[in-house]
């Protein structure tokens, strides 16, 4: 399976030689760092503020740990990103609870902070993330990386995909499930999780494929796969294989759709960069978000006319302003016909339209849809050592997706 082309993305924006290196060798390899937004402390604030590092922790795992060894429900704790598993990571969370006292957390996750605060944080609820990355790769690449950073920041930074975590690192099939949830084909979406038989070669996975026997399969799936048993769990109960996804958590559910979402924003993004043009470049029908010095979006749209084309223009060179495309909902609005033909094109080839995002038989996974920016750049490139780099970037923009453009991971 190609992990690129499951995630819809299949153009690269830099022409220059990328040196041959590897990622996430080991998670220390891999830190990233929170940039909070400001959080005013309150010795008798309504929530507790955690600061936990994590080693190869998933973010939503530690969420359950977390409240387990509390003994508070999962709803009580909040936090305002998610992060990569197979790294080291720095992150806040929140828990609505008057007890400060918090228990050892076991082997990979630390607690290196915690205070009161009235201000319950929220997914999003963050400036940006600061990386540390050691690339491994035998020679000396800092000259070939700053000159490809150079070459982004020339020409108005790298394609801002939505990165291969999103679709599942280990298993990239959660687009996949999205579309037949769109699709409304529950049985199917149930399966597809539980066992894809193009990339699952497991014997516990082929065997449900082919039997279909939830009690069974709960009797071979290992008890670390805690969603496939809550979804095998839910079918036992109910007798019905299409209401196992329905065993997950609703944020677990609509990731599904998300991942749908992000898959044809990535096929758009490409087709875009296929053009040739530079990542700072507007046209007329454009719509465009101003963006803050981590490039975050403020979701006010100004749409490029030819009465103010340059003047867009002019501000996009300067990274004020950058052009979005369309995330598919049910609310979609289209600036031009090309981009509406684009998206109403990819959705019709999986059979879908933009009033399939409104579910009505699961409501709460509906999506209204959203425009998301098409470039961005690093903050504060620097190569702070032997193959070893360091860099900031905005919420939800993935340092996947600048990797790609200056490395060429050895599965390239």
Known sequence: ?????????????????????????????????????????????????????????????????????????????????????????????????????????????????????????????????????????????????????????????????????????????????????????????????????????????????????????????????????SILGKIAETGKISEGLSGLPLELRMMFIHAYQSYIFNVMLSERILEGRDMYQVEVGDVCYSVDGYFNAEKVPVEVTNFNFQKILDLSRSDKIRATIPIAGYETRFASDREKNATLDLLESDGLSLQDFKLRDDRDLSSKGERRIISCKPLGFTVTSRNVIEFSLGKGIYATSLLREIIRENSD
């Not at 509390?70 to 080291?88: P, Q």
């Open 1 to 229: 399976m190609n992990i690129e082309h499951e995630a819809g993305i299949r153009a690269r924006f830099s022409h220059l030689e990328r040196p041959h290196g590897a990622i996430k060798v080991s998670p220390s390899d891999f830190m990233v760092s929170e940039i909070p937004e400001e959080l005013p402390r309150r010795n008798d604030g309504k929530f507790l503020i955690l600061r936990v590092r994590l080693t190869n922790f998933d973010t939503t795992v530690f969420v359950n740990h977390l409240s387990r060894k509390l003994g508070i429900s999962r709803k009580r704790v909040t936090f305002s990103g998610t992060k990569d598993k197979r790294a080291v990571t720095e992150q806040y969370f929140c828990l609505n609870t008057q007890n400060s006292d918090v228990p050892n957390l076991g082997d990979g996750a630390e607690i290196l902070e915690s205070f009161r605060t009235d201000k319950m944080l929220r997914l999003g609820d963050l400036l940006g993330n600061r990386f540390s990355i050691r690339i491994s790769t035998e020679a000396d690449q800092g000259e070939a990386l700053n000159k490809s950073v150079r070459f982004l920041l020339d020409h108005g930074g790298f394609p801002n995909f939505y990165g291969p975590q999103r679709f599942g690192t280990l298993r990239p099939i959660t687009q996949r499930v999205g579309r037949l949830i769109l699709q409304k084909r529950m049985e199917d979406a149930v399966v597809e999780y539980l066992c894809d038989p193009e990339f699952d070669k497991e014997q516990y996975r082929m065997d449900f494929f082919n039997h279909r026997d939830a009690k069974k399969a709960l009797k071979e799936f290992p008890m670390h796969l805690r969603h496939e048993r």
